[in-house]
């Protein structure tokens, strides 16, 4: 059933509407600066278009994972850096509203609110209510506004996450609407599409590290896609599950047992790369190009330039190609060749091109063909997870459309 949005929520003319925006950004490791602010941009029209309708936003997220954190790193987790970036992509301003995420000086800033404000709460794991689901915790946060927008898409998987769960469950105990944000009714729209009918002849892309994190992912995308091309780790763990040396490559043996059954569908759905680019381990600058087993010493690095050109004429006769996971160690400019063709090719593509979040959006951002793209999701797990099919407790928290 359709889940209520905006224009759902009725009149806003003086209302405070809590958004829980997804801002866990990239930050400098040594700054703390924002690298990428592609999730904060995604958030913009939901917080444009409730200012434009007369209403004041508090708007909520975590940054990070400060219950990990040494007190340095933690100390770059708090929002300062996020609420000057959002202010600027905003062009209004944003207070944070208290170095505590609930208390009296939150309930004072909010109260002090008018119409055409915007406060930003404390990073929400600062307080360990939140991933516990705590429902005193939720019910403090809920008792701040009028009506709850879920616009954090990358976080709608979580399924303990108070602000995800607690907070609109305690909204709807006082008898105040929820919805789901533009951002996230445009990721459910497109996901769902993409799932349904996508039109064919499909292509599914694999990169990244881990089978095991994603054998659900690739087991679903194996029922939708006409090929799916892998590279990336992945790559040298099927490799190795097909019993090719895979030299100084570290694949865990648990990675192999993930990779086994989907070994039978290699040479029919499933294609490997035909090369790989191997790097010297104790000397990255030393790289050769290698079509068997991989030499000792050396480590599979990226794809090799006949998988390049092998899986561009693959996108360009695609309908629909589906990205997740980068195709090599793209954070090194060297190896970075077979991702940013991949995201070139798709970029180039007059079909329907969706990348999955997290690194794999980053990468795409990074060499610039993101906004050629049909969709970039703002969601890594949450992205892997919906098209799995699982059921998420943040949204069935959202009120159906009449
Ligand atoms: C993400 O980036 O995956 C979401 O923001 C959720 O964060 P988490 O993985 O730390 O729960
Ligand atoms: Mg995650």
Redesign the pocket.
Known sequence: MAKKTLDDLGDLKGKKVLVRV?F?VPLDKKTGAVKNDRRIRAALPTIKHLLDAGASVIAMS?L??PEKATPEERANLTMDKVAAKFSELLGTPVKKAANEVVGAAVTAAVAAMKPGDVILLENLRFDPREQKNDAEFAAAIASLADAYVND?F??CH?DK?ASMVAVPAALKAAGKPRAVGLLVAKELEIIEGLMSAPKAPVLGIMGGAKVSDKIAFINVLLTKVDQLLIGGKMTYTFLKARGVDVGATRVGDEEVVAAGPLLKHVGTKIVLPVDYVVAKSDDLLQTQVCEGPIPAGFEGVDIGPKTIEAYKAAIKDAATVIWNGPLGWFEQAAFARGTQYIAEAMSASSGVTVVGG?ETAEAAEQFGYADKMTHVST????FLAYVEGKKFQSLAQIDDRA
């Not at 969601?379 to 949450?382: K, L, P």
């Open positions: 997804d866990n975590h990070g994972r954090a990358g976080t979580n996450d997290g969601g890594g797990g949450a």
